[in-house]
């Protein structure tokens, strides 16, 4: 029997649904018999646990670091405190760092992987390498560009690189340039390129099933409006919809209709707001034929998605790699990016530069930015076709595909 270790890193979301994906189609091409172990924390840890609750003692709890949250995002200045001091129940990093690789050395050495796969993990590279386990690293970052405010966390950069770099290959969730969305996220260093792959983005595999459409569905259909996408950990989708109420409030929006959805599996969000200023449940905007405004959504389902992302006229999301990848790429919309930080306003500089969408920094950028994209649509659904057509969707077998490979090269 193989095993293979697959250690998610917990910032986010998109690391945890791309291994997930691949996840998904591992079997398809490892045809011989496979015990999986998963390991992260927090939020990742526990979807594990839910996901997989008849295999609990192959999912590790595995403190690995990650930065402290502030209001919108990661907080640099309590993240660089940390550093040395303990904060927000964090113990300092370097002891965070020394216990974590801890934890993982002992996992390493009781499971003995024929293959690990890291997701933002760089501490299993390390191991890895010094054990001759090969080991995949997918990833959309190496050495992201960085902005004048945050020029002093460019060693920072340097380091994670350099750990980056232990990894046997490096698979890039993205499509091959030129149409590489992630590409000033990127900038390789000249040691590295033997070792990288453009496998393309992990997009959802599942096929749509064709269901009964649901009253959301319903609600939405015949109507011109916008998707507007909270995503990310708790910090960065709260700080997203700060930044969103704040344009709502604005009077242009007055009759802009929009779909907000939260990313949270809490039915108490579902929500409509009608012209007439009231708030009703979804059924009863529907059974009334309610004009809306704004509908708010908890979390939709992937037939409830794919239908919105196929009516909406645009998308304004943060910049999430993922998110980016499946709506500009996979749907052919236009994007409204409004970041939280440095990764977010690369990826979404390269779609502006591609006019793909626009990038926005301030709230009264965002209602320019609709009225530019509705004025000038027939652009950017010219772009969008020739992007889509290079867009390549299947990273999660084309991952597999290299993770079979490279067993095979091991025996």
């Known amino acids: 029997m193989l095993k293979i270790g697959e250690f998610i890193y917990p910032w986010g979301s998109g690391h945890y649904s791309r291994m997930m994906r691949l996840n998904e189609v591992l079997g398809d091409y490892i045809k011989e018999e496979l015990e999986v172990h998963f390991s992260s924390k927090d939020h990742v840890y526990e979807k594990l646990l839910a996901k997989f609750p008849d295999q609990r003692e192959k999912i590790h709890e595995i403190l690995m670091p990650t930065p402290i949250d502030g209001k919108f995002g990661p907080s640099v200045a309590m993240s660089l405190m940390n550093l040395l001091l303990p904060i927000s129940k964090n113990p300092p990093l370097i002891r965070q760092i020394v216990n974590y690789l801890k934890e993982e050395r002992r996992l390493y050495n009781k499971e003995k992987f024929d293959l690990v796969i890291n997701d933002g993990d760089m501490g ?30 460019y060693p920072s950069l340097i380091f994670v690189a350099k750990q980056i770099s232990k990894a046997t290959r490096i698979l890039i969730a993205d499509s091959p340039p030129p149409y590489t969305l992630c590409e000033y996220n990127l900038n390789f260093t000249k040691d590295v390129d033997e070792k990288i792959t453009y496998v393309g983005h992990f997009t959802n595999s599942t096929q749509i099933k064709d269901e009964e459409k649901s009253e959301l569905e319903k609600l939405v259909e015949n109507n011109d409006f916008g998707y507007w996408m909270r995503t990310g950990n708790k910090s960065t989708n709260d700080g997203t919809g700060q930044r969103y109420e704040q344009v709502f409030h604005q009077e242009e929006m007055i009759k802009e209709k929009r779909i907000i959805s939260h990313a949270r599996n809490d039915p108490s969000i579902d929500s409509v707001l009608g012209i007439d200023g009231r708030k009703y449940t979804i ?65 979404i500089k390269w779609a502006q530069e591609k006019k793909l969408g626009l990038l926005v920094t301030k709230t009264d950028q965002v209602t320019k930015a609709i009225f530019h994209i509705k004025e000038n649509y027939g652009i950017f659904e010219e772009n969008l076709r020739e992007f889509s057509k290079n867009f390549v969707p299947n990273g999660a077998e084309n991952s597999a595909k290299i993770a079979a490979q490279t067993l095979e090269e091991k025996r």
């Not at 890895?128 to 960085?146: D, E, G, V, W, Y």
């Not at 409830?304 to 790429?329: F, Q, R």
């Not at 990016?337 to 977010?344: A, K, L, N, Q, S």
Request: proline share 4%; charged share 20%; hydrophobic share 35%.
């Open 124 to 153: 299993s590279n390390i191991l890895a390498k010094n054990r001759n386990i090969p080991s995949l690293f997918i990833t959309n970052q190496f050495r992201p560009k960085l902005y004048n405010s945050r020029s002093y966390l």
């Open 283 to 347: 059924s009863e905007a529907l059974d009334k034929k309610i004009d809306w405004i704004q509908i708010d959504v908890g979390f939709l389902s992937e037939h409830e998605k794919d239908s919105v992302l196929n009516l909406c006229k645009y998308a304004v999301v943060n910049g999430s790699h993922t998110v980016m990848g499946e709506i500009i790429g996979g749907k052919s919309k236009p994007i409204i990016g409004y970041p939280i930080y440095d990764e977010h306003t690369n990826n």
